[in-house]
C-alpha cells in the first residue's frame, strides 16, 4: 500500500483543531476581496479547490454564491458539510485530488487559498499538474485566485520564527526548519494535537516560489493577464506590493 504523505496525514483527524490555527482568522476579509474581485457577479461558478473544512465556500455561499469545494481530506470534509447543514446552505463538497480533477470546462472562478493543495507536493511536477488541472476546469476566459508561499521570504527571514511568531498556545509547533536554496523547499518537523488528543509528528517539506516561476507556470498554462501582490491575512488588497517581507503571495491570473 501506497505510504501516505505528511499533508494526508496531518488533515486525518484534525478538523476541530484546525479551525482554531491562526492562519483561518481571515476568512471575512478574504471574501470581501474575492467578491470585489469578480464584480459581486453572482452568476459565476466557483470552485474553491483545498476548501478543507469549507471556510471560503460557506462563506461565499452565504453571500449568494454557487460553488464547489473539493478536499483530498475526507475529514475535512465531513466537517465542511456538517457546518454547511447546520447554516441550510447547499454546497457541493466533493473528495477530489487536485492532480486529477474530473472537471473541464465548468467553472468561472477557481479559488486556491491558504496553501490549499499547491504548494504542498512532494515535486514540482504534482505543484504543475494541480494549476493545469485547475486551468482545465475554468471555462474560456476563467480566472484563477490563489495564494501560494512566497520564495524571497526564506532568503531574508527564518521560516520558522515567523511560523512561531504566528502560532497560539495549542497551534501547531514546528522544529528543524532547513531552507534548501537550491530547490527552494522548507523541511521541518511539525507536531500537532489532533482532535482526538493524540500527538502527531510530521515530517514536512514545502516549496516556496519566486513570482518570475509563478508567472511562468501560469503563461505556459495559457493565462494572458497574471498579477502577484503581498497576501496579508484576512486583508488581500491590490496595493500590496509584494516584498521580502511578505510570508505569503496573492495571485490573480486570468485565461486567454
Not at 82 to 88: F, L, P, R, T, W
Request: charged letters at 30%; aromatic letters at 10%.
Amino acid at each position: 500500500m501506497e505510504q501516505k504523505q505528511w499533508y494526508e496525514k496531518l488533515f486525518e483527524n484534525y478538523s476541530q483543531k484546525y479551525e482554531q490555527e491562526v492562519f483561518v482568522a481571515g476568512t471575512i476579509g478574504e471574501c470581501d476581496f474575492i467578491e470585489k474581485e469578480i464584480n459581486y457577479d453572482k452568476s459565476l461558478k466557483i470552485l474553491d479547490v483545498g476548501c478543507g473544512t469549507g471556510r471560503h465556500s460557506i462563506e461565499l455561499s452565504k453571500r449568494g454564491y454557487s460553488i464547489t469545494g473539493i478536499d483530498l481530506s475526507e475529514a475535512m470534509l465531513e466537517k465542511a458539510r456538517e457546518k454547511a447543514k447546520a447554516q441550510n446552505l447547499d454546497i457541493e463538497f466533493l473528495k477530489q485530488d487536485a492532480r486529477k480533477l474530473a472537471f473541464q470546462n465548468d467553472f468561472d472562478v477557481a479559488i486556491m487559498l491558504c496553501e490549499g493543495a499547491f504548494p504542498l507536493m512532494e515535486t514540482d511536477e504534482m505543484n504543475y499538474e494541480i494549476l493545469r488541472n485547475i486551468t482545465n476546469s475554468l471555462k474560456k476566459s476563467g480566472r484563477i485566485i490563489f495564494t501560494t508561499l512566497n520564495g524571497l521570504f526564506p532568503l531574508y527571514h527564518s521560516v520558522k520564527e515567523f511560523l512561531d511568531s504566528a502560532s497560539e498556545p495549542g497551534n501547531a509547533t514546528y522544529h528543524g526548519n532547513t531552507f534548501d536554496l537550491m530547490s527552494f523547499r522548507d523541511h521541518s518537523t511539525t507536531e500537532i494535537e489532533d482532535d482526538s488528543g493524540n500527538k502527531i509528528v510530521l515530517d514536512c517539506n514545502e516549496r516556496y516560489y519566486v513570482p518570475s516561476e509563478i508567472s511562468w507556470l501560469l503563461k505556459s498554462l495559457g493565462y494572458n493577464k497574471i498579477e502577484i501582490f503581498g497576501a496579508k491575512l484576512g486583508a488581500y488588497s491590490r496595493n500590496d506590493k509584494l516584498t521580502t517581507e511578505d510570508f505569503e503571495m496573492l495571485v490573480i491570473a486570468e485565461k486567454a
